[in-house]
């Protein structure tokens, strides 16, 4: 990603001789390890990075050279993975490749404040069905209820472990946590113990005012990891990330 930084700073070089058309750059043995496709002075069509004469990375923007796709190449020229990115950081759903051009694995990366992070994973077997025992993601379902003439929005969520039998979960959540997720961790949360295998959630919530709704928060999966210290247990513990958008009516 550095690289495509560096090239940014070159097209702002470029673009104030040339509107349109390729760019080339060149290591210090003359070999081609970059060309840029100009679509206008202010914006990129595409880069192709190179090594050993070959393409190891195509970069192909959407818009004002900051939301693009990446594709990554193998040095025989396969495709082994794709997917979004805004400002240098993956975000939504990255696909993943075997040399046949099977799909082997999806990850779904989120922006938490500021950074990025692999927060779902889905991986294939060869009928292309989900492996449930090498994969960690979770469903969410939706539905009005009212109680008492009060609306409220029931949510079941069901959630496929990483460490499958070797965890405990729990859910945290609140409508107060932002977008970015940068609050998660300072503002009071509600909490909803897991049942089942796979675990699963129920949990309502309801809105004072009618609009756009958000409820984020995430799935706390964590287990105990004993130590040379054997008065010390240590608590390992990893988040999935949800938002759930509601329209409250």
């Known amino acids: 990603m550095k690289d495509v930084l560096i090239l940014v700073l070159l097209f702002v070089l470029y673009s104030c001789e ?19 496709f100009i679509k206008d002075k202010n914006n990129f ?15 192909i923007f959407n818009e004002y050279n900051k939301n693009y796709i990446i594709k990554n190449y193998d040095k025989d020229q396969h495709l082994i993975s794709e997917g979004p990115a805004i400002d240098s950081i993956k975000i939504g759903i ?8 099977e799909i ?4 779904e990366f989120k922006k938490i404040c500021s950074s990025e992070y692999p927060n779902q994973e889905y991986t294939y077997q060869e009928n292309r069905k989900i492996n449930i025992s090498k994969s960690s993601f979770y469903q969410y379902s939706l539905k009005e209820i009212f109680h008492d003439s ?23 959540f609140s409508t107060e946590i932002d977008k970015d997720f940068c609050n998660v961790d300072s503002i009071r949360k ?5 049942s089942g295998s796979p675990f699963n959630f129920l949990f309502n919530v309801a809105f004072k005012t009618k609009g756009n709704k958000n409820v984020r928060g995430y799935i706390s999966e964590y287990y105990y990891e004993d130590t040379s210290n054997k008065k010390f247990v240590e608590i390992q513990e990893r988040r999935v990330f949800f938002d759930i958008p509601i329209v409250s009516k």
Do not use: A, C, Q
Request: glycine share 4%; proline share 3%.
């Open 94 to 101: 990255w696909h993943f490749y075997n040399i046949k051009n």
């Open 150 to 172: 009060r609306k409220y929005y029931n949510i079941n969520i069901n959630y496929v472990p990483l460490l499958k039998n070797k965890s405990s979960t729990v859910l945290f």
């Open 18 to 36: 040339k509107t349109n058309g390729e760019v080339i750059e060149y290591d210090i043995n003359g070999k081609v390890i970059s060309k840029s």
């Open 190 to 194: 509600d909490t909803v113990p897991s």
């Open 45 to 59: 069509d595409s880069i192709y990075f190179f090594k050993d004469g070959l393409i190891f990375r195509k970069v």
């Open 104 to 107: 082997v694995k999806k990850v």
